[in-house]
């Protein structure tokens, strides 16, 4: 059994909780909660939050700075497109395409020019319209044409919506999203030409992620990337190098995660400001396995199991706050993200499920 025993006298700042600490340019645990009303009920509220973690959508600040993500108002073509762009880790290779209604000024401008490079918009006659609302016509064109090449479309499992017939310029594009349900319609009508809501768009292009199944990973490589930083964050809680863990979180984590967020683990442990605290820390990750819960080219779920994690403090002029409890790690929950630039897997998440 791997056991190291740490024993110090304390105050409360040698035990900040081993969340991974934030590094000054990065969002603050605060960007990653919702204040929309009733968000916690919506129905589309799991892929909604999944995708904020994950750092592929990002909501709208208000005037106290609380973050709303509206999940029930239009979304525009240009945020649509923008998030498409941000989620693949697109960049421009030197092609160009502009329109006339583009300005170069505009905080979409270079998002648009890759997307049509990229070939997944074309406009209508040099225009975009950046800022009309997207239809749901225009969703589906968008992401079949940008996931064709790593999400398979068969010609079976097509959905027949009674308002999209053969006649329609994006009949083609609905029966390939529908084919693998990245779209359902409503009952037997798709409505094409109906404003998409945020929500619908997040929930449309959260499945086409989990469709992905062209470069999916080695359940050894996520399992190698886990393993590593779950011993490495063990040895710095062992050793009492707290100050390093920060360091830790920005190689390993992402989004919500290296802001701090996340369920907490058993040694994210609080305890009183007394200097004569005497406090031993052991943890047993000799058992510890892994289980690939879900996995596809740029998402994956992990679960992580059979760590013991013991603690006892005693404060000898205090004995009624003395603690002595054991805690399991036998169902943590990694989120994992593949890094558009670095290739390499991060955590946006961990749920103790």
Do not use: C
């Amino acid at each position: 059994m791997k056991t190291v025993k740490m024993l110090f006298l304390v105050l409360l700042v040698a035990l900040l909780p081993f969340q991974i600490a934030l590094a000054e340019e990065e969002k603050t645990i605060n960007f990653y909660e919702f204040h929309d009303e009733g968000i916690y009920k919506h129905w589309a509220y799991e892929e909604m939050e999944n995708l904020l973690y994950a750092g592929v959508m990002d909501g709208f600040a208000d005037a106290d700075g609380r973050i709303h993500v509206k999940p029930d108002e239009p979304i525009t073509r240009a945020q649509f497109v923008q998030m498409i762009v941000t989620a693949l880790g697109l960049s421009n290779e030197g092609r160009t395409k502009n329109f006339s209604d583009v300005k170069q000024d505009e905080w979409y401008a270079d998002a648009i020019s890759i997307a049509a490079s990229a070939g997944f918009i074309d406009g209508h006659n040099g225009l975009f319209y950046p800022n009309h609302p997207i239809t749901r016509a225009e969703i589906t064109k968008m992401l079949v044409l940008a996931f064709e090449k790593t999400v398979p479309f068969p010609s079976t499992n097509v959905k027949v919506f009674a308002d999209v017939d053969h006649e329609n310029w994006a009949e083609e594009f609905i029966r390939k999203a529908s084919s693998v349900n990245i779209v359902n319609g409503h009952g037997i009508t798709f409505s094409p030409y109906k404003f998409a809501t945020r929500a619908e768009a997040f929930v449309m292009l959260h499945r086409a992620f989990k469709l992905e199944q062209s470069s999916v990973p080695e359940d050894s490589d996520l399992i190698a990337v886990l393993r590593e930083y779950i011993t490495r964050e063990n040895k710095l809680v062992e050793t009492n190098q707290f100050a390093e863990l920060s360091a830790l979180g920005a190689e390993y984590g992402t989004g919500f995660y290296q802001a701090g967020g996340g369920d907490p683990k058993p040694f994210d442990w609080f305890y009183p400001a007394v200097d004569e605290a005497e406090i031993t820390i052991q943890i047993d990750d000799e058992n510890l396995e892994f289980k690939i819960l879900e996995k596809s080219d740029r998402f994956a779920k992990v679960q992580a199991s059979g760590i013991a994690v013991t603690v006892q403090a005693k404060i000898p002029s205090q004995p009624e706050l003395n603690e002595d409890f054991t805690s399991r790690m036998d169902n943590g929950v990694y989120h994992l993200k593949k890094d558009s630039l670095s290739g390499k897997w991060k955590i946006y998440n961990y749920q103790d499920r």
